[in-house]
């Protein structure tokens, strides 16, 4: 299979394009940007005009909720999903059930995405077993089976004796570890920023101290033990200050914030809305422009979707008992993009943080148009405006705070190893 | 975003939250449950407003003095009541909260007076219901208890009736109490000047300086020539442990004696929202004495929940 894709803005922040190319495809694989290779005659020609042609986007954190939840959400669903959404490479979090801390469920997983032929799923394996922050998970084997790097979801190691340990183990191998910075005592029972929303509402608080509290252990002990650590979603002002530092110092340290918390603050909570039920939760102005300045300023390396797909059930509830999560997979494009548009961020510059930044965090083979690489690609119009409607989303999760937005950025095609897989 | 208790023309659909309700409607409650409190001292205690409609109190967490008013004045408006303590029984068995209701509106319930240990459980109710029903909360979690802030107000309002001219001060477990968030509104939203709350910083919730209070830590100062004292209930969980070492210190520091009522204006009155814990918040000689208006609060509530019953009901009388 030969594609054409013509006339399209190249934009491939690794590769400093920016410009209007023609991209040729064979065998799955980045042939020729710019000229046609001698004799190239394609099958398909895409018509690319005024569409953005960029690498399929590379999402850090994504829930598929299998094995286990497939009540909540399934592959066959979500990885459509990812696709209709431009995602082509995608991280997932352990916490299944059961949780990916046994290279067997790893190799499964790995096995059934791979059926589907859609996007590319790299699983974060588990720390520890069963998350539990006792024992260390085999991370080692773990690898083998096919991890890209470790992580403990949304739970804390408190133990700051297992955290030290779990750090020199994966810095043994060279493995990064994905924590979610969120000091566990302090948080307990809180379900949103302890501010004057929560008072107002009367819902228990997180502070911003608990994330503060939780980077301090993880950055101190990763500069003792010289550990590659990524923090995931980053949500206070103060966090960003204590990333910058720690990478001024030298610390192997790397950061992503969710779209989510680009856009909400914790007024989006509005009469109870349990959509807006995240973790970390939303916080407040001064945070959410700590965030933007911090992805400006290159403290905040990728922004990622979250996405947790909910069933309808889980949601209908008090707000604290309301599940924890909104649906992202489909809105990370057009969400980022509308942040880019407000913040006077050029496009090339937003997609690095979807695309080649993500990639280099995981150390996979993605986020670039590279010749030779993959032909993962994602073609958009940035310009044209849709309006998200939760029912008509692929995945199984409808949860979203963001239902009944107008948004920028509507995906048109996702090509996987030179496959149209997606087409609006 | 839309208020979820009024209706496009501005009416009271719900009472969900003083939060948000105009003065305007604050008023009409209050003006409202004065007309109602001559119906209950007359000899045959009814009016037909509600004849033929059902009420039904939904009780997912325990009570009887709120419950028990809600009933009185529902019968006063001679609507049938229903009273659900659905904390022993649906919810025990796992169903949710809109199937429980659900289940009352296939009986044809009019109107549901709700009661739940979590914040927003009102609000999700309202959000479920069809227009033709009505929702009132009854206490919410730490959220909002809004009948009890407009009684408390109305009972300030028979004694202190120049609300413009009053400070008030709360004390106690703020940051647990739906009362205290609820009367803040009322207070603040009716033109109260000053309005203090009196607390350790352990019972104060975050910036709870954002909704219009003073805060003070010591009795001393923040009693002092205040013209309404409110005490705030304080839970038997909360009374040893991370948030207080003990009820003894508490009542040292922060119950309200004969002695620290002595700063407040001579011809201040007291207030509780009940049930009190003598000797932990308030001395019984302050809560039996002649400032105290605890009981007069019970009696104006029955008028209050009337009133806003009522006004649902599309009953408004004057």
Request: proline letters at 5%; glycine letters at 8%; charged letters at 20%.
């Amino acid at each position: 299979m030969k594609i054409h894709i013509k006339n399209g803005h190249v934009i491939d922040p690794k590769n400093n394009i920016d410009s209007k190319l023609d991209i040729f495809i064979a065998a799955g694989k980045i042939l020729s940007i710019g000229q046609a290779p001698d004799g190239f005659i394609a099958n398909q020609t895409i018509d690319a005009s005024n569409l953005i042609v960029c690498s399929g986007l590379v999402d850090l954190s994504a829930r598929l909720r299998e094995p286990g939840e497939e009540y909540k959400a399934r592959l066959a669903s979500e990885l459509q999903a990812a696709v209709a959404g431009g995602i082509t490479s995608l991280a997932c979090p352990p916490d299944t059930d059961p949780v990916l801390d046994e290279p067997g469920l790893v190799e499964m997983l790995k096995h059934r995405a791979k059926q589907h032929g859609l996007a590319h799923v790299y699983p974060l394996g588990a720390v520890t077993r069963q998350l539990q922050g006792k024992a260390l998970a085999e991370m080692s084997e773990l690898y083998a089976a096919g991890c890209v790097g470790f992580s403990q979801a949304n739970e804390a190691i408190t133990d700051t004796q297992v955290l030290w340990r779990a750090m020199e183990y994966a810095a043994t191998f060279g493995f990064t570890l994905f924590l979610h910075a969120e000091e566990p005592f302090l948080a307990a029972n809180g379900v949103a920023h302890d501010g004057e929303v929560a008072t107002r509402l009367g819902l228990k608080g997180i502070p911003s101290a608990a994330e503060a509290l939780a980077l301090a252990s993880i950055l101190r002990i990763a500069q003792e033990t010289g550990a590659k650590v990524h923090i995931s979603r980053l949500s206070t002002a103060e966090g960003v200050n204590m990333i910058r530092a720690a990478k001024a110092q030298g610390l192997k340290v790397s950061c992503d914030v969710s779209v989510n918390h680009l856009h909400l603050t914790e007024h989006d909570i509005a009469y109870f809305d349990a959509n807006c039920h995240l973790k970390p939760p939303l916080r407040t102005q001064r945070d959410k422009d700590a965030l933007t300045a911090g992805l400006k300023d290159g403290t905040i390396d990728a922004i990622c979707s979250d996405h947790t797909p909910v069933d309808d059930d889980a949601k209908i509830a008090p707000f604290a008992e309301a599940e924890i999560g909104a649906t992202g997979l489909e809105l990370l494009l057009p969400l980022t993009v509308k942040w880019a548009q407000q913040e006077n961020i050029p496009l090339a510059r937003a997609l690095s943080f979807i695309t080649h930044a993500p990639a280099n965090i995981l150390a996979v083979p993605a986020g670039s148009l590279t010749l030779d690489s993959d032909a993962d690609i994602c073609l958009f119009d940035a310009n044209e405006y849709w309006k998200i409607d939760a029912a008509q989303l692929k995945s199984q999760g409808k949860n979203t705070p963001f239902n009944g937005f107008e948004l920028p950025g509507k995906n048109k095609y996702t090509l996987v190893r030179g496959q149209i897989v997606y087409q609006s | 975003m839309n208020n979820p208790q009024l209706d496009t023309d501005g009416h009271l659909r719900h009472l969900l939250s003083i939060e948000g309700l105009p003065k305007k409607i604050l008023n009409q409650i209050l003006d409202t449950a004065e007309s109602f409190a001559g119906v209950t001292e007359r000899e045959i205690k009814k009016v037909p407003l509600l004849r033929g409609k059902t009420v039904c109190n939904l009780f997912f967490e325990n009570s009887t003095r709120t419950r028990t008013t809600f009933e009185i004045a529902a019968k006063r408006l001679s609507a049938d009541v229903i009273s659900l303590n659905v904390g022993t029984s649906s919810q025990s068995k796992g169903e949710t909260i809109l199937d429980t209701v659900d289940n009352l509106i296939a009986m044809h319930a009019d109107m549901f007076v709700v009661r739940h240990a979590q914040s927003g459980a009102a609000h999700l109710i309202a959000k479920h219901v069809p227009p033709h029903i009505h929702v009132i909360n009854a206490g919410d979690g730490r959220h909002s208890h809004p009948t009890q802030g407009l009684l408390d107000v109305f009972t300030i309002r028979k004694y202190k009736p120049d609300l413009h001219n009053l400070r008030i001060a709360i004390v106690g477990d703020v940051l647990h109490s739906r009362v205290a968030r609820s009367e803040i509104h009322a207070l603040t939203t009716l033109g109260v000047p000053e309005v203090r709350v009196i607390a350790p910083k352990t019972l104060l919730p975050a910036q709870v300086e954002k909704m219009g209070v003073h805060v003070y830590h010591d009795m001393n100062e923040g009693l002092k020539d205040v013209d309404v004292v409110m005490m705030l209930r304080l839970q038997n969980e909360r009374m040893s442990g991370a948030m207080l070492p003990s009820a003894q210190e508490y009542f040292k520091t922060y119950g309200l004696t004969q002695e620290k009522l002595a700063l407040a204006k001579p011809d201040a009155i007291v207030m509780h929202p009940g049930p009190m814990n003598r000797g932990v918040e308030i001395d019984s000689s302050v809560a039996d004495g002649k400032q105290s208006v605890i009981l007069p609060q019970v009696t104006y509530g029955i008028a209050i929940r009337m009133a806003v019953m009522a006004i649902l009901a599309g009953g408004g009388v004057q």
